[in-house]
């Protein structure tokens, strides 16, 4: 018997419940990990909420964690006991022990401690692949990242700093704009005060940029829009203030035949091969020391219903991991 956060049903954070699960010994292909910390991921209140349905109930949420390889099953050769290891996009972290297939297993080198290996994955991956395959960031480029302060977003703002270019980040507060300003930005935006357009063209000598990194969703879509050069490429990643409105494509006309995506983690991760390139380009930058992952808050995980009022009441900064 172990510990787990079920939810029988969507809705706040009090639909999260401490419980009693059954974990039974690996299946062929899989192993069984004992979780040494869990990642905080804003996925996991959208998982909680019913934006991203969930199928079977009760249902274990969190999407990602590292541990210990407590056992193996048959054909299992990449993989040994007692291996650290952590995974990403696959639904059940939230517990103290599950089993769950090799496919997604990354191996954690000794430089990287437990709490940066169990919270660095998700969000640091994808930071990998919005920098350098959504949108191949060079030097000389000025970006915008949405959300700067969060997770991803601190993740992003070094990475694109160590890649040479001028980082313009939205914040919801001062002590976020110092935070991020700390962590390369080159100019903090308060986007709930300030008219996000007007001061990036201040910023660009009128130009706009070339990227914008959105991750708040429908509130900012549109003044995003209006942040981009000629040509432009708006990258929608997030949904923090619910999902983007069906949009009229012809506005892209009328605002310089910009570019539109929405991507996903998922897709950037969908083979071994994407997976280890996006793995360890992470692990790459956080041995060469281009990225630093700030673990600024830890919960038992039992205590899953505190981090999620806590993430979405904005008062986390950098990452945040559940501790078994
Ligand atoms: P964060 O640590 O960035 O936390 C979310 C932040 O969003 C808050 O700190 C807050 O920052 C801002 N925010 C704006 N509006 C709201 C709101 N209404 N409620 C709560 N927060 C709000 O989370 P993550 O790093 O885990 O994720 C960041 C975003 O990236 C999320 O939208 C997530 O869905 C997305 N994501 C997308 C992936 C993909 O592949 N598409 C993969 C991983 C994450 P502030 O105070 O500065 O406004």
Known sequence: MTKAIRVYETGGPDVLKWEDVEVGDPGAGEVRLRHTA???????????????????????????AGGVIEAVGDGVSDFKVGDRVAYA????????????????LIHIPGSIDDQVAGGMLLQGMTAYY????????????????????????????????????????????KEKAALVKA????????????????????????????????????????NSLD????FGLMVTFGNATGPVEPLALGILAGKGSLYVTRPT??????????????????????????????????YPLAEAAK???????RKTTGSSVLLP
């Not at 994407?274 to 630093?292: P, T, Y």
């Not at 981090?307 to 009441?313: G, I, S, T, V």
């Open 265 to 298: 983690l998922a897709t950037h991760t969908a083979t071994r091969e994407l997976l280890d390139e996006c793995a360890n380009a992470l692990i790459g930058a956080i041995e060469g020391g281009q990225v630093k992952i700030a673990v600024n808050q830890t």
């Open 89 to 104: 996009m696959n639904i059940g972290a939230y517990s103290e022990e599950r089993t769950i297939g090799t496919g997604k």
């Open 183 to 222: 962590n390369g930005c080159d100019h903090a935006i308060l986007y709930r005060d300030e008219n996000v357009p007007e001061r990036v063209k201040e910023i660009t000598g009128g130009k706009g940029v070339p990227v914008v990194y959105d991750s708040i969703g429908k509130d900012t879509f549109n």
């Open 38 to 64: 869990i990642g905080l991921n804003y996925i996991e209140v959208y998982q909680r909420t019913g934006l991203y349905k969930i199928n079977d109930f009760p249902a274990i949420i969190g999407s990602e």
């Open 227 to 230: 942040c981009l050069s000629p």
């Open 130 to 173: 919005l920098l350098h395959r959504t949108y191949k960031v060079k030097a000389g480029d000025t970006i915008l990242i949405y959300a700067a302060a969060g997770g991803v977003g601190l993740i992003m703002c070094q990475w694109a700093k160590h890649l040479g270019a001028t980082v313009i980040g939205c914040v919801g507060s």
């Open 307 to 313: 981090a999620h009022a806590d993430l979405e009441a």
